[in-house]
């Protein structure tokens, strides 16, 4: 059973840049959600995909955006990055809209 | 909005202790209550969940059971592991017009000696 794989592992940028981050979910679940994670804090939701819609959305402006693809992979966008954007990115897969089963190792994001 | 508070850690056992990881929470509608564990050097997993009032997961020798009247969802485990060593995190769903909403807590490190 294939897990939950992100890409990159780290990443560096520049404020006003924008980056791209992808994830791979769990063979068999057609739903991804990802989240921020800031040093010593829990998981904060960015989104949720489910059969490439959006399924739901935390508390994050409009510059953070997704797709999910008909492989059900997905990707997560920021635009005009912020420095308090560096954070561990997380993306996280189940079945049909249901709660996260699992998580990948996430991409470490660092704005300069 | 919906908030999860978790007590603080890490939580220091010698093995075959038993465990409780406290979790409270504040939520709008009927919550569904989760934890997750992640262990070192791998991802956040699902570790049990409850979904109504009085349920209670367990997985794993873990338990943890819904208390609507406290608004909580403690963690326990009759006797720890070294290998429980990790971070434990308590969460909740609401679901509301179609769109979901989880919230997390801060997480609450487990270090079991042996």
């Known amino acids: 059973e294939t897990g939950v794989t992100q890409s990159p592992t780290h990443l560096i940028k520049t404020r006003g840049q924008q980056v791209t981050l992808r994830c791979s979910s769990q063979?068999?679940?057609?739903?991804v959600s990802w989240y921020q994670q800031a040093l010593g804090q829990g998981p904060q939701f960015i989104f949720q995909y489910y059969r490439e819609e959006e399924n739901g959305r935390g508390n994050f402006p409009p510059r953070f955006s997704g797709l999910q693809f008909p492989n059900y992979s997905s990707e997560l966008n920021v635009n005009a990055l912020e420095l308090d954007d560096s954070a561990l990115y997380l993306c996280?897969?189940?079945?049909?809209?249901?709660?996260?089963?699992?998580f990948g190792d996430g991409t470490r994001l660092s704005i300069l | 909005g919906n908030s999860v508070t978790q007590m603080e850690g890490p939580v220091t056992l010698s093995e075959e202790a038993f465990l409780t990881i406290n979790c409270t929470y504040t939520a709008t509608g009927y919550p569904s209550l989760f934890w997750y564990v992640q262990y070192p050097g791998e991802g956040l997993q699902l570790l049990l969940k409850a979904t109504k009032a009085d349920d209670k997961g367990s997985n794993k020798g873990f338990e943890a059971t819904y208390r609507k009247e406290t608004t909580s969802f403690h963690l326990e485990k009759g006797s720890v592991q070294v290998s429980d060593s990790a971070v434990y995190f308590c969460?909740?769903?609401?679901?509301?017009?179609?769109?979901?909403?989880?919230?997390f807590g801060r997480g609450t490190s487990l270090i079991v000696h042996p």
């Open positions: 996280a897969s189940s079945f049909s809209g249901k709660e996260p089963q699992h």
């Open positions: 969460a909740l769903i609401t679901i509301s017009g179609g769109s979901y909403i989880p919230t």
């Open positions: 063979s068999g679940h057609n739903t």
